[in-house]
């Protein structure tokens, strides 16, 4: 059974293990260029988790899926932007756009206006999930991106998220004993990130925000270009 829950800042580790399980393709869809794994390190190091809102899908202690919500600058414009990678052992489940609903009501119960999604022309899966929630996607320099439009938070709204928090502590109190008991192994991953060919590109996605220098900046101080599944 996997858990999605909220990050807390204290388990970046476990966002920098699952990006570096992503082979280079994978990475290249997620960041819009080639990664190492020093970079990887450094974007992780890098993150502001004072205004990024990570959900993420455990199994067991392992992250295999994760969905960033990062607000842009300046702070009252109240837009964001979300970034999505999945490990190919867990696509095809619908995870990538519950992680992407979860953040999308998170964004709602903070009053974000818009929440950007940007994706190479060559991520189609990305592509489905953006339009389930935007409709429509835009070209724009090279890439597609979906501008999605939150509602407005509601009592309702609130109590979900409420709900989902709990229901996650709940799975969370009750999963590890019985992983232990039955003895249950990880699945082993297998993207091999020192193999490129013969794989199917695990389901990932970034954003790139507006204004364009809002963001961190990736290898080499170039700035980040997001978007892909």
């Excluded at 990475?27 to 502001?48: C, E, H, N, Q, W």
């Excluded at 818009?114 to 990305?126: A, G, H, Q, S």
């Excluded at 249950?184 to 954003?207: L, M, V």
Aim: with cysteine.
């Amino acid at each position: 059974m996997l858990v999605v829950r909220k990050l807390m800042a204290r388990e970046s580790k476990s966002l920098e293990r699952h990006l570096l399980r992503l082979s280079a393709e994978d990475r290249r869809l997620r960041f819009g260029y080639a990664t190492s794994a020093p970079a990887i390190a450094a974007y992780v190091k890098a993150m502001d988790w004072g205004k990024t809102w990570a959900i993420g899908a455990f199994s067991g202690t392992r992250l295999c899926g994760i969905v960033e919500l990062t607000r842009c600058d300046p702070w009252w414009a109240m837009k964001a932007e979300l970034s999505v990678s999945v490990e190919k052992h867990y696509q095809n489940r619908g995870l990538g756009t519950r992680l992407v609903a979860e953040a999308l009501l998170i964004a709602r119960n903070r009053g974000f206006q818009t929440v950007y999604l940007l994706c190479l022309p060559e991520n189609r899966p990305i592509q489905r999930i953006a339009r389930k929630f935007a409709g429509q996607l835009t070209a724009v320099e090279g890439e597609l991106e979906a501008r999605i439009r939150p509602a407005q938070p509601t009592p309702l709204s609130v109590m979900m998220e409420l709900f989902n928090d709990n229901r996650a502590i709940l799975q969370c109190v009750l999963e590890p004993p019985k992983r232990r008991r039955s003895g249950q192994r990880e699945p082993a991953n297998r993207a091999d990130p020192k193999r490129g060919s013969g794989r199917q590109p695990a389901t990932t996605a970034s954003t790139r925000p507006r204004p364009a220098a809002w963001r961190s900046r990736g290898a080499g101080g170039k700035p980040r270009r997001q978007f892909p599944a």
